[in-house]
């Protein structure tokens, strides 16, 4: 399906487009990089035990798989989604003003509600304007998004200073500070007006075109790599709690998840090299062997007297469970779905990495509080039942 014709407006191409996109990527995974690993910190510095942390980081996550295709396909429907940005910047900001409030248990999982609500959409938002850029002026994505990869390398170890000459307790002031900056940058979207084609997590293309996606194949690879991806959900959820409690620093910690960021962007950036010519699922099943091999290892590593250095090496594998998850799902969508249904199947895509990786945030409180860091060792089963599904694929069911 060709795209519409662009209007005169449209050929525009905004001052300095490309700069103001890196600063909006970059603007909005800075709260995200101190929500991420410090938050759970929070959480259990305000005396909520496991199961309750679980509950208020999974809760957040099976609302957003809910919302954010509706609001993304709202923003289509806008007159300019740089305006719907900045409202949901402001909204962010706003909610998260809520974590100010006494921190009981409803109070605190009522604000991660409303903030996932108004808050996940930020990066499909941005990649939405940044594509347009793309198409309509030639402008590069790699090198707008890598900042915002860059950005959250240095939330990771920002925050972790910070916390380093505080406490835990300045995580909410952290986080608002970091929106503040975010709604500013956002002040400064290009104006393009409504896109040519649909965002990627439209809820309108995900309706129109779902169904004709769910052959087999297609099922069985996104199936599998939302197991592998879900798989990650313990480590979200209380390896920074974990590394607390055997004695590992604030800024120490800050630097582990750093390091694994960094992995994950080596990876983006010599991945065309080494693994272009692989098909989606060989990438796949080798971040499963990654993420097996680094849940099976995570709890050996402190007892066995490795130390620090150990969670280094370890944390190296994010390079492989993580970044050839994102590399796949799309190399899977370039290589089998037709580019009218890539909506869709977008959509598709974040509803099962989402929902899985809610689903096993959920179950990784009761796991930790019953078996601690161990409870890695269940999320190798989660992995090799993802490897599983894409054993059993053949070959793609025609279109």
Not at 28 to 51: D, R
Not at 165 to 187: D, F, G, K, N
Request: proline share 6%; aromatic share 12%; with cysteine.
């Amino acid at each position: 399906m060709p795209l519409p014709a662009l209007s005169p407006e449209q050929r525009v191409k905004p001052r300095h487009f490309e700069l103001r996109i890196s600063l909006i990527f970059a603007a909005i995974f800075v709260p995200q990089a101190i929500h991420l690993p410090y938050f759970p910190l929070w959480l259990e510095g305000n005396g909520f035990g496991a199961e309750e942390i679980a509950v208020i980081l999974s809760a957040p996550m099976f609302l957003r798989v809910v919302t954010t295709p509706f609001i993304t396909a709202m923003a289509d429907e806008a007159k300019d989604r740089a305006n719907v940005l900045i409202l949901l910047a402001a909204s962010a900001l706003l909610a998260s003003l809520g974590f100010f409030l006494k921190p009981t248990y409803l109070v605190v999982l009522a604000v991660s509600l409303a903030l996932a609500v108004a808050w996940t959409p930020h990066s499909p938002l941005a990649d939405s304007l940044a594509l347009s850029g793309v198409r309509r002026f030639g402008s590069n994505y790699t090198r707008m998004r890598i900042w915002g990869s860059f950005a959250f390398l240095c939330g990771n170890l920002g925050g972790g200073v910070i916390l380093s000459l505080t406490s835990e307790q300045a995580v909410p002031a952290i986080i608002s500070a970091s929106l503040v900056v975010t709604l500013l940058v956002s002040l400064l979207a290009p104006r393009l007006g409504r896109p040519r084609k649909a965002s990627p997590l439209s809820a309108v293309d995900i309706q129109d075109a779902g169904p004709k996606l769910l052959n087999r194949y297609f099922v069985l690879v996104v199936g599998g790599a939302g197991l592998i991806n879900g798989s990650h959900a313990f480590l979200y959820s209380f390896v920074s709690i974990y590394w607390k409690s055997i004695g590992v620093g604030d800024t120490t910690v800050g630097l582990l998840w750093a390091w694994a960021v960094a992995a994950e962007v080596l990876m983006f950036l010599f991945f065309t090299r080494v693994f272009s010519r692989r098909p989606a699922t060989f990438l796949l099943a080798l971040a499963g062997a990654g993420a097996v091999l680094r849940w099976l290892a995570f709890p050996l590593i402190w007892p066995s007297g490795i130390g620090v250095a150990g969670f280094f090496a370890i944390q190296s594998l994010h390079a492989f469970s993580t970044a050839l998850i994102l590399i796949g799902v799309q190399k899977l969508i370039v290589e089998t779905v037709p580019e009218e249904r890539t909506g869709a199947a977008q959509g598709i895509a974040f509803f099962a990495t989402g929902f899985s990786m809610a689903a096993f945030t959920l179950l990784s409180g009761p796991l930790y509080a019953a078996f601690g860091v161990f409870g890695f060792w269940a999320m190798i089963a989660v992995a090799a039942a993802g490897m599983v599904l894409l054993g059993m694929v053949r070959r793609p069911t025609a279109s």
